[in-house]
């Protein structure tokens, strides 16, 4: 029986219309226990919850990332989680869609938001970088192209400077709304493989449009 690692390189070499394209999740975040589960770390979060959610170990160190790879419902899917420090990102998510030969809109960056409420999702095929420096990092080493999906989340409130704000650990509701953003996440994820981004993008934004009502002028 063919190893699931051997296995997936052999649909990524082949040239079958058949075979399904394989997605790459990227998570954005900053390495080591200085930062597990702070404010800026969600996007490690939400990959170590579809990871765990999938079977997919985290194991393997590849091009300064930790690394999985694994299918979902027969799709190849690879997950990242960059350890070059946030505002490098770029360094390990350009080599590995590269590596892989994939098309951008084929990779899902993960990341938080300044510009949404806490615990609030939403699902982008493209976009500018929004003066988020680990984004901008990836766009910088996907050659400017920025024809790729990203799952945003969260924000810092406006009388704390972002910085330091982004950099806490999250108080218990905070917490609380992150995690059950990060589960939503989990099945965001397995909306884009089996749909596409496209169509999920259109039915979980409009899920989340109602929830950013309910959660911008509350508290956390």
Partial sequence: MLSCTKLLRRCLSSTASSSPQPWLFVGLGNPGEKYQHT?????????????????????????????????VGGTPVLLAK???????????AGPLAAY?????NRVLLIFDDMDLPCG?????????????KGLKSVIYHFRGNRDFGRLRIGRPPGQMDPKAFLLQKFNKLAR????????EGVEILNSIVANGLTECARSANAD???KHL?????PV
Avoid: W
């Fill in 214 to 218: 309910r959660l911008q002028n509350l």
């Fill in 208 to 210: 989340q449009k109602y």
């Fill in 176 to 183: 609380e709304r992150i995690d059950s953003a990060v589960q």
């Fill in 120 to 132: 609030v999702l939403r699902i982008q095929p493209k976009g500018g970088h929004g003066h988020h």
């Fill in 100 to 104: 892989y030969k994939l098309p951008l």
């Fill in 39 to 71: 404010r800026h770390n969600v996007g490690f979060d939400m990959i170590d919850a579809f990871a765990q959610s999938q079977g997919i170990p985290m194991t393997s160190v590849h091009c300064k990332a930790f690394f999985g790879e694994g299918f």
């Fill in 82 to 92: 960059p350890q070059t420090y946030m505002n490098l990102s770029g360094e390990s």
